[in-house]
């Protein structure tokens, strides 16, 4: 029944590892988005996706690339992972409005 | 800018009391003032929003107050709980190709005491 699901729920890994997180949503909504929250709870938005096509890119680091499988998948591959990548990350979606519905998160530590 | 500046950064209140949580903008071009509620561990969850052709909008205990020439929106919890204890996010909203640009505040940190 949820909105909007992303897995893993947590990850920890090494630093210069590769990762990803997955996320879906099941509300028949065209745009998805990636939003990062630090440890200081600021969230801002890295990407956004309408019918899989990469809409909004906000100057985030190459090493972060989005995939758009479906328009009800948005996927965040992470490469050579740094410290300062440790964050919350979460995926959203909406439809033909700016009401968007954010996913549970995913809390991704870097050693 | 596309900044949205939130304050304060935490607010106590004893239950029943009615914490007011203020933002300011800058960027014109928003157009859709959403309010989001997060607590501890899950996503940030829409609470409320506001267009700004709208001076007021009020749904259940919660209240949107906006001033369009002072470009500032404020939330007002009426007979605060502790259930709402949680940290409160302002943001502002603008169309961006298919899709809207989210921008947030900072978050307040609410405690409501019993």
């Known amino acids: 029944d949820t909105a909007v699901s992303q897995t893993p729920k947590y990850l920890v890994t090494q630093m210069g590892n590769d990762k990803s997180i997955k996320c879906e949503q099941n509300?028949?909504?065209?745009?998805m988005y990636w939003y990062k929250q630090d440890s200081k709870k600021f969230l801002k938005i890295m990407f956004s996706?309408?019918?899989?096509?990469?809409?909004i890119n906000e100057t985030v680091p190459n090493r972060f690339s989005p995939k758009s499988p479906d328009k009800a998948h948005l996927n965040l591959h992470i490469n050579s992972l740094e410290l300062g990548d440790s964050a919350v990350y979460f995926c959203?979606?909406?439809?033909?409005?700016?009401?968007?519905?954010f996913g549970q998160g995913t809390r991704l530590t870097v050693v | 800018q596309q900044q949205v500046k939130q304050s304060p950064q935490s607010l106590i209140v004893q239950k029943g009391g009615i914490p007011i949580i203020n933002c300011a903008y800058e960027?014109?071009?928003?157009?859709?003032f959403p309010w989001y509620q997060q607590f501890p561990g899950k996503g940030p969850a829409l609470l409320i929003a506001?267009?700004?052709?709208?001076s007021e909008k009020k749904e259940g205990r919660f209240t949107i107050s906006f001033n369009k020439s002072a470009k500032q929106f404020s939330l007002h919890i009426m007979d605060s709980q502790p259930g709402d204890s949680a940290t409160y996010f302002c943001?502002?909203?603008?169309?961006?190709?298919?899709?809207?640009?989210?921008?947030f505040g900072t978050g307040t940190l609410l405690a409501v005491q019993p």
């Open positions: 959203a979606s909406s439809q033909d409005s700016p009401n968007v519905f």
């Open positions: 509300l028949g909504h065209d745009t």
């Open positions: 960027n014109t071009a928003f157009d859709y």
């Open positions: 943001a502002a909203s603008m169309a961006t190709g298919a899709t809207n640009k989210l921008i």
């Open positions: 506001i267009r700004p052709d709208v």
């Open positions: 996706y309408n019918n899989k096509e990469l809409i």
